[in-house]
C-alpha cells in the first residue's frame, strides 16, 4: 500500500529530487508518516508481504530508506511512549549500520515535549515476540533495546541499493508486558486491526479482555508519541547523507575484520 509522494530537497549544497521511502507496519503508522517528499509503504506485519512490496520498487528513485513505526520493548527501563532511535538493526548473525543525524540539542528539545528519546540496536524478527521471556532472550543474546518485523529487511533493501538507512521505533510494548496471543493474528492484510477476530478471540477467552486492554492504552500511547516524531521526518533529521553512512559502514567493516 503506497501513501506518499515525492518532493525535492536540499542535501549539502545539491539537490536531490527523489523522494524517502518510509516503511511501516501497521497502516495507523503509514498515515502518520504519509505526506509531501516519502513513499510510504505498509507491511501489515508480513515480512513477506514487504520483501514482495519491496521487490516492485526501483531503489534508485528514493534517496533514502527509513523503518518508522512502533516496536516491542526488549530494554527494561524502556515505557510505552519512548523513543528508540536505531544505532544499528540485528537479525541472526546479520548487523546493519544505521544512519543518525539526530544530536543532543534535538534529543534534548524532545525530552521537553514529554518524549525521551534513546539511541540503541534494533533486532529484527519473522514473528511477533509475544512472551516475556522471549523479550528477555531476546535481549540478552543481541542487546538490542527494541524488536520489530520491519527494519531488518528494510535495511537490507537500502544496504544492497547503496543507499542510507535510518530507524525509529516507539515502545508499543513494554519488556515487561506479554501480548496476548491475539496480536499473531488480528492484523488484516490490509493493515487493520481484525475487530470481528478479536471479538471472537475475546468470547472464547474471556480473561484476554484485560491484556487486550492494556496492550491497546500501551499502543495509543505509542501512536501519540509516533506522531510527535513525524517532526523528524520533514525534517529528514534520521537520515544521514549517503557519503556519511558509506563512509561509516566501511570503516565499521575494516574494523571488524
Same mark, same amino acid.
Given at each position: 500500500?503506497?501513501?506518499?509522494?515525492?518532493?525535492?530537497?536540499?542535501?549539502?549544497?545539491?539537490?536531490?529530487?527523489?523522494?524517502?521511502?518510509?516503511?511501516?507496519?501497521?497502516?495507523?503508522?503509514?498515515?502518520?508518516?504519509?505526506?509531501?517528499?516519502?513513499?510510504?509503504?505498509?507491511?501489515?506485519?508480513?515480512?513477506?508481504?514487504?520483501?514482495?512490496?519491496?521487490?516492485?520498487?526501483? $531503489?534508485?528513485?528514493?534517496?533514502? *530508506? !527509513? &523503518?518508522?513505526?512502533?516496536?516491542?520493548? %526488549?530494554?527494561?527501563?524502556? +515505557? @510505552?511512549?519512548?523513543?528508540?532511535?536505531?544505532?544499528?538493526?540485528?537479525?541472526?548473525?546479520?548487523?546493519?549500520?544505521?544512519?543518525?543525524?539526530?544530536?543532543?540539542?534535538?534529543?534534548?528539545?524532545?525530552?521537553?515535549?514529554?518524549?525521551?528519546?534513546?539511541?540503541?540496536?534494533?533486532?529484527?524478527?519473522?514473528?511477533?515476540?509475544?512472551?516475556?521471556?522471549?523479550?528477555?532472550?531476546?535481549?540478552?543474546?543481541?542487546?538490542?533495546?527494541?524488536?520489530?518485523?520491519?527494519?531488518?529487511?528494510?535495511?537490507?533493501?537500502?544496504?544492497?541499493?547503496?543507499? $542510507?538507512?535510518?530507524?525509529?521505533? *516507539? !515502545? &508499543?510494548?513494554?519488556?515487561?508486558?506479554? %501480548?496476548?496471543?491475539?496480536? +499473531? @493474528?488480528?492484523?488484516?492484510?490490509?493493515?487493520?486491526?481484525?475487530?470481528?477476530?478479536?471479538?471472537?478471540?475475546?468470547?472464547?477467552?474471556?480473561?484476554?479482555?484485560?491484556?487486550?486492554?492494556?496492550?491497546?492504552?500501551?499502543?495509543?500511547?505509542?501512536?501519540?508519541?509516533?506522531?510527535?516524531?513525524?517532526?523528524?521526518?520533514?525534517?529528514?533529521?534520521?537520515?544521514?547523507?549517503?557519503?556519511?553512512?558509506?563512509?561509516?559502514?566501511?570503516?565499521?567493516?575494516?574494523?571488524?575484520?
Amino acid at each position: 500500500m503506497i501513501l506518499g509522494a515525492g518532493a525535492a530537497e536540499t542535501v549539502g549544497s545539491r539537490i536531490d529530487p527523489r523522494p524517502v521511502l518510509i516503511v511501516t507496519g501497521l497502516v495507523q503508522e503509514a498515515r502518520i508518516a504519509a505526506g509531501p517528499g516519502m513513499i510510504v509503504i505498509c507491511s501489515s506485519s508480513d515480512p513477506q508481504q514487504l520483501r514482495a512490496l519491496l521487490a516492485t520498487l526501483d $531503489p534508485r528513485t528514493f534517496r533514502g *530508506v !527509513i &523503518s518508522f513505526g512502533v516496536a516491542g520493548g %526488549l530494554d527494561p527501563s524502556l +515505557k @510505552s511512549g519512548d523513543v528508540v532511535v536505531a544505532t544499528e538493526v540485528m537479525s541472526g548473525d546479520t548487523r546493519f549500520l544505521a544512519a543518525s543525524a539526530l544530536n543532543e540539542e534535538m534529543i534534548a528539545s524532545a525530552a521537553l515535549k514529554g518524549r525521551r528519546i534513546v539511541r540503541g540496536g534494533l533486532a529484527g524478527v519473522e514473528q511477533v515476540v509475544v512472551a516475556r521471556a522471549c523479550k528477555a532472550a531476546l535481549r540478552s543474546i543481541t542487546g538490542a533495546a527494541a524488536v520489530d518485523m520491519e527494519s531488518h529487511i528494510a535495511a537490507a533493501y537500502a544496504e544492497k541499493a547503496g543507499i $542510507p538507512f535510518a530507524a525509529l521505533r *516507539v !515502545i &508499543s510494548d513494554p519488556a515487561h508486558r506479554a %501480548l496476548p496471543e491475539l496480536a +499473531k @493474528s488480528a492484523v488484516k492484510p490490509n493493515g487493520d486491526i481484525d475487530l470481528r477476530k478479536v471479538l471472537r478471540g475475546i468470547v472464547r477467552n474471556p480473561r484476554t479482555l484485560r491484556a487486550l486492554v492494556s496492550t491497546g492504552i500501551d499502543f495509543n500511547r505509542a501512536l501519540r508519541s509516533l506522531r510527535g516524531c513525524r517532526g523528524f521526518l520533514l525534517g529528514n533529521e534520521v537520515l544521514a547523507p549517503v557519503e556519511d553512512v558509506l563512509v561509516t559502514a566501511k570503516a565499521a567493516r575494516l574494523k571488524a575484520a
